[in-house]
């Protein structure tokens, strides 16, 4: 089996910076694409930003200019690095990967991380 386990969540100022981290374990090949989402009370998850194992990045336009992803592939670890934090940016973090296996590929899911930014 593979395991996500996402950290670095927390209480925040509005303005202030968090860096969320989400490191995969288990039996793994490789890993694709590498995904954070969102999912604020009341609202479905979405998501906030991707990166392929070859670096490329994308991001929802709320995030642009302040969010960063990036990843570790000997480290099979992902990280999201968070600045000018928002309230609106409240919301439970999971972090997704794309899991060659034998076998073939599957999806993942963390067990997410609650970021919580005060006005």
């Known amino acids: 089996q593979v395991q996500l386990v996402e950290s670095g969540g927390g209480l925040v100022q509005a303005g202030g910076s968090l860096r969320l981290s989400c490191a995969a374990s288990?039996?793994?090949?490789?890993?694709?694409?590498m995904r954070w989402y969102r999912q604020a009370p009341g609202k479905q998850r979405a998501l906030v930003a991707a990166?392929?194992?070859?670096?490329?990045?994308n991001y929802v336009d709320s995030v642009k200019g302040r969010y960063t992803i990036s990843r570790d592939n000997a480290k099979n670890t992902v990280y999201l690095q968070m600045n000018s934090l928002k309230p609106e940016d409240t919301a439970v973090y999971y972090c997704g990967a794309t899991v060659r296996r034998i076998g073939g590929l599957y999806d993942y899911w963390g067990q997410g991380t609650q970021v919580t930014v005060s006005s």
């Open positions: 990166i392929t194992s070859g670096g490329s990045t």
């Open positions: 288990g039996i793994i090949l490789s890993i694709n694409a």
